[in-house]
Nanobody, 120 residues
C-alpha cells in the first residue's frame, strides 16, 4: 500500500505565493510520473502540472509562468510552487503518482487533497 500526503495549502491574498508538497510513502519500488490536479467547487477536476521521473514537465496554460512543479526522487516528494496567485486558483489541490510497488505491480494513487483559497 502507498500513501500520498499533501501539505502546504491555506489562505493567501491575491498576488501571494504558496508551496505545496506531496510525499509518497509505503511499499514503493519506484515512482513514474507525479503531478497535481485541482478541483474548484462545481467544476471538474483539472490537470495543473505533471513531472516525469526524469524531470520533464507539463504545465497547464492557465498557470504557466506562475506555477512550477519539481520533485525530489530521493524523498519521493513532488512540489508545486505557486506564485502570483489569483482568486480563480482557489480549489482543492490533489497530488497523484504512478507507483511501482514491485517491478510489475503498477497503479496510480491520489492524495486526500489540500485546500488553497485565494482572496481578492
Amino acid at each position: 500500500q502507498v500513501q500520498l500526503v499533501e501539505s502546504g495549502g491555506g489562505l493567501v491574498q491575491a498576488g501571494g505565493s504558496l508551496r505545496l508538497s506531496c510525499a509518497a510513502s509505503g511499499s514503493i519500488f519506484s515512482i513514474n510520473g507525479m503531478g497535481w490536479h485541482r478541483q474548484a467547487p462545481g467544476k471538474q477536476r483539472e490537470l495543473v502540472a505533471v513531472i516525469s521521473s526524469g524531470g520533464s514537465t507539463i504545465i497547464a496554460d492557465s498557470v504557466k509562468g506562475r506555477f512550477t512543479i519539481s520533485r525530489d526522487n530521493a524523498k519521493n516528494t513532488v512540489y508545486l510552487q505557486m506564485n502570483s496567485l489569483k482568486p480563480e486558483d482557489t480549489a482543492v489541490y490533489y497530488c497523484n503518482a504512478g507507483v511501482y510497488s514491485t517491478r510489475s505491480d503498477y497503479r496510480g494513487y491520489w492524495g486526500q487533497g489540500t485546500q488553497v483559497t485565494v482572496s481578492s
